[in-house]
T-cell receptor, first 110, second 117 residues
Framework: TQLLEQSPQFLSIQEGENLTVYCNSS?????LQWYRQEPGEGPVLLVT?????EVKKLKRLTFQFGDARKDSSLHITAAQPGDTGLYLCAGSYNFNKFYFGSGTKLNVKP | GAGVSQSPRYKVTKRGQDVALRCDPISGHVSLYWYRQALGQGPEFLTYFNYEAQQDKSGLPNDRFSAERPEGSISTLTIQRTEQRDSAMYRC???????????????FGPGTRLTVT
């Protein structure tokens, strides 16, 4: 059983569309991170959130940590082909050991 | 500057052989992590070190797997008597902070693709 469930598993959209992906758990985390991974590469950190209700923006990407610190969402505005990749969330209880979700595979078609 | 490097990048071995996977973290990084990642899935935690001390090895699947970081820099993940189910991408990551606060970043290496035939 996965500690962090991500949905949807796959998402294929047209360039310019908006999308939201979700990361859910029954556990309360001290911090949660979002990564993007491109084929053949390692994951690259996008953001870390630590406070319940926290919202962080990174250009067209908006990240939210749930009030109870059990879930998170990533919203992408006006998706571009360069956003294509595997989006992973990772939660930690103690800032040392991270549990990764299974990821959302996003494909943005030109 | 140089990122995390791993060697070999690809390893094909026969069932029953031992393999050693190497990770060279970013210079000065305190923490070093080993993960295993199946294709299209998220990394699965194996073990991590702060300096030379192995802090948590709860993710190692069984006693055929071991890891060391004797001088607090380079780390080796060793798999003894390999089995076909050990085939996977093994990734190493390092970060600059040890225990404590959030907001730090794990830098991942390119991984070693292990195939056991």
């Amino acid at each position: 059983t996965q500690l962090l469930e991500q949905s949807p598993q796959f998402l294929s959209i047209q360039e310019g569309e908006n999308l939201t992906v979700y990361c859910n758990s029954s556990s309360v985390f001290s911090s949660l991170q979002w990564y993007r991974q491109e084929p053949g590469e390692g994951p690259v950190l996008l953001v870390t959130v630590v406070t319940g209700g926290e919202v962080k923006k990174l250009k067209r990407l908006t990240f939210q940590f749930g009030d109870a610190r059990k879930d998170s969402s990533l919203h992408i505005t006006a998706a571009q082909p360069g956003d294509t990749g595997l989006y992973l969330c990772a939660g930690s209880y103690n800032f040392n050991k991270f549990y990764f979700g299974s990821g959302t595979k996003l494909n943005v078609k030109p | 500057g140089a990122g995390v490097s791993q060697s070999p990048r690809y390893k094909v071995t026969k069932r029953g052989q031992d393999v050693a996977l190497r990770c060279d973290p970013i210079s000065g990084h305190v923490s070093l992590y080993w993960y295993r990642q199946a294709l299209g899935q998220g990394p699965e935690f194996l073990t991590y070190f702060n300096y030379e001390a192995q802090q948590d090895k709860s993710g190692l699947p069984n006693d055929r797997f071991s890891a060391e970081r004797p001088e607090g820099s380079i780390s080796t993940l060793t798999i003894q008597r390999t089995e076909q189910r050990d085939s996977a991408m093994y990734r190493c990551a390092s970060s600059s902070l040890g225990t404590g606060t959030g907001g730090w970043e794990q830098y991942f290496g390119p991984g070693t693709r292990l195939t056991v035939t």
